[in-house]
């Protein structure tokens, strides 16, 4: 299949430059007017010096259009009954103007017509109030046209700037948990005067800070990029709870390029730890998997403990210890991803979650499969092999208006 070569110039929408625009409308209206009513008169064998006596009918409306976009300009975001009504005068104004130029011109080309003045005037004024009162009404069209599409692009940018900000709202959320308990680990190691440790938890903290404050609030990172980020998470987590804190990836190698909202699995693996790790004397596993279904990224955090209890679900995370021993949800953590989900992808994602009747739990997230390039296309093998399964090690993102007159930009 031949591929077309890319254009070596980028259109331009027309009314982009909208001084530019009027002027090209203006002259090409004007200059089709007297071509047809040259045409029609050469037609109805008009004399050749006749032409001249149309093309300064042409040119008298040409500028008296001129006169009238000025007035319109700054008639056209008053209130209606004020915009209607001086409009309507300035027409009857410009066109009982026109219709006497017209007719004072041909009683001079024509000095033995025996037609009254008055019924000249009259027989000028029908054809020139047609023709101003259309081209008003296209003006006052184009700009009203213009001006609902500006309205429609600052809305359309109202609200990416309003879905940043809540993306941005969103993933800050995360870090302030986090971070409180892990300074207070770091607390409790210094009263304990385990300085090694807590110099080494802090220097993670650190790399993991600086690592997550790379990328926009609302940006995307690969798939690849997010479990470099987890592992600084995990490194992190492994120092408090050491062996009891298992880890196994399962990715299958199609999947890296993927791209997802930057710090997304990291909530999902922290409720692992607080309600599967922590709880259980002996610890839990925690599992991450990767792969491709058609067209579709599908992501699944499961672990090794208790799942939910029977009274209800799972405690929403991040959670802290309350004085009497027992977890206290703050309200943010499997929340905050299902908002996150649906900012980012709307409605062509799924987020799932599932308790196997023989413990444990598992969230499933589904995605369309993008890439940073987003040019190739995912492909989708019968089988996904993961790739070796391992441990983490520690690891040391128109103002409206055609255009102003005489070359006023607007």
Known sequence: MAVLSALPFRPTPFFQNKNRAFWVLQFAGWAGYFLLRTVTALANQQPLSFVVVLLIGAITGFSISLILSVVYEQLINRRPVVTWTITGLALVVAVSIYSFIEAWILGLYLPANDAPFLQLMLGFYFLQATLLGGWSALYYAINFFLQVEEQNDQLQRLEMQATSAQLAMLRYQLNPHFLFNTLNSISTLVLLQQTAPANAMLTRLSSFLRHTLINEPGGKVTLEEEIETLKLYLDIERMR??????????IAPETIDACLPS???????????????????????????????????????SDTGPGLPSAGERPILPATMTGE?????????????????????????????????????????????????????AVSPLAVEPIAQKQLAPSSAIEVGIGRPLGSET
Not at 241 to 250: D, M
Not at 263 to 291: F, H, M, R, T, W
Not at 340 to 348: I, K, P, V
Request: overall charge negative; hydrophobic content about 40%; glycine content about 8%.
């Open 263 to 301: 710090l997304l699995l990291q909530p999902l693996v922290e409720n692992a730890i607080k309600y599967a790790v922590s709880p259980q004397e002996e610890g839990a596993q925690i599992i991450l998997s990767a792969q491709l279904v058609g067209q579709r990224l599908r992501i699944a955090v």
């Open 241 to 250: 709870f050491e062996e009891r804190l298992r880890t196994e990836f399962r």
């Open 325 to 377: 021993g027992r977890m206290e949800s703050t309200g943010v953590g499997l929340a905050n991803i299902r908002d996150r989900l649906a900012q980012a992808y709307g409605e062509d994602h799924l987020f799932e979650i599932r308790t196997p009747p023989d413990g444990g739990f598992t969230v499933i997230i589904e995605l369309p499969y993008e890439t940073a390039e987003n040019d190739q296309p």
